[in-house]
Nanobody, 120 residues
């Protein structure tokens, strides 16, 4: 079985940084796409960033220039470096590992989520 475990969330003041990690166990390899999503209270879950081997990462407009997604394939781990955090970034952050096929997503794994709270 594949399991994803997020870590690194917590309370941070506006303008501060946090680094999230998502470690996977099981049959994960370089063919997987890795992504981060977030969900604020009362809001829909929204896509934040994604990365695939050999492809330039993509980001939501709301986090461009502030967040950086990266991956360590040897450790089956995804990272999200978050800088210049603002209160509107407060949410539960989820990691997502998936495989794309010609007919769509063929595998899709999610972590339990980690809380990020930005407040003074």
């Amino acid at each position: 079985q594949v399991q994803l475990v997020e870590s690194g969330g917590g309370l941070v003041q506006p303008g501060g940084p946090l680094r999230l990690s998502c470690a996977a166990s099981g049959s994960i390899d370089r063919s997987y796409w890795m992504a981060w999503y977030r969900q604020a209270p009362g809001k829909q879950r929204e896509w934040v960033a994604r990365i695939a081997t050999g492809i330039i990462p993509n980001y939501a407009d709301s986090v461009k220039g502030r967040f950086t997604i990266s991956r360590d394939n040897a450790k089956n781990t995804a990272f999200l470096q978050m800088n210049s955090l603002q209160p509107e970034d407060t949410a539960v952050y989820y990691c997502n590992f998936f495989v794309r096929s010609v007919v769509g997503t063929s595998a899709d794994y999610w972590g339990q989520g980690t809380q990020v709270t930005v407040s003074s």
